[in-house]
């Protein structure tokens, strides 16, 4: 099956500042999505974003897909933005056939005041 | 907007038990899809269905079974528990798109303890 490696593993920062979330992925992909897992265990939704940029508000991302890569930036960190940041991705290619999102192990932030 | 529906939120249960977990998609989505979280850990694929018929298999233990109905909600049976069972688990719903699952959006989750 298709590896997704984040990195991080684990980022601790002080309130206001910025950081870069990356994840690496093996293969094509039909579907790449970032979540953030907060205390409490909901899964939000953050982008999806198979290749280009986004932005909303303080976040932003990009996907690369021929370099198999996808960024996540947040700005101006908040002790809200604590937890747990997950990219899953969808295989793709001809015949793919598969609707399994795959996760990464995740980058578990906390972000102290 | 509306969002996946999961119940019940939390339930305990005893080893050897059986548990039924219950999704409701978001309206005129076409598939559903059901992961395991265990601690500490991502969210393990399960199973999938795709206009009421499985689409797809992760690593669902043969105890376990899944359904969707005619009014596209589906249900997650697990019988003769384990303690490692106990989980988070995950219903999510997309409107799949030619070779694309489309966006897969996640219920709050169900909190399966077993003792």
């Known amino acids: 099956g298709i590896q997704v490696e984040q990195s991080p593993p684990d980022l601790i920062l002080q309130e206001g500042a910025n950081s870069t979330l990356r994840c690496n992925f093996s293969d094509s992909v039909n579907n790449l999505q970032w979540f953030h897992q907060n205390p409490w265990g909901q899964l939000i939704n953050l982008f999806y974003?198979?290749?280009g940029t986004k932005q909303n508000g303080r976040l932003s991302a990009t996907t690369v897909a021929t370099e198999r890569y996808s960024l996540l930036y947040i700005s101006s960190s908040q002790t809200t933005d604590s937890g747990v940041y997950f990219c899953a991705v969808v295989k793709g290619g001809a015949g793919a056939g598969s609707y399994q999102l795959t996760f990464g192990k995740g980058t578990k932030l906390s972000v102290i005041p | 907007a509306a969002g996946v529906i999961q119940s019940p939120r939390h339930l305990i249960k005893e080893k050897r038990e059986t548990a039924t977990l219950k999704c409701y998609p978001i309206?005129?989505?076409?598939?559903v899809y059901w992961y395991q979280q265990g601690p500490g850990q991502d969210p393990q694929f399960l199973i999938s269905f795709y206009e009421k018929m499985q689409s797809d298999k992760g690593s669902i233990p043969d105890r376990f079974s899944a359904q969707q109905f005619s009014d596209y909600h589906s249900e997650l049976n697990m019988s003769s528990l384990e303690l490692g069972d106990s989980a988070l688990y995950f219903c999510a719903s997309s409107l799949v798109r030619v070779g694309n699952t489309g966006e897969l959006f996640f219920g709050e989750g169900s909190r399966l303890t077993v003792l």
């Open positions: 974003i198979p290749s």
């Open positions: 309206p005129r989505h076409d598939t």
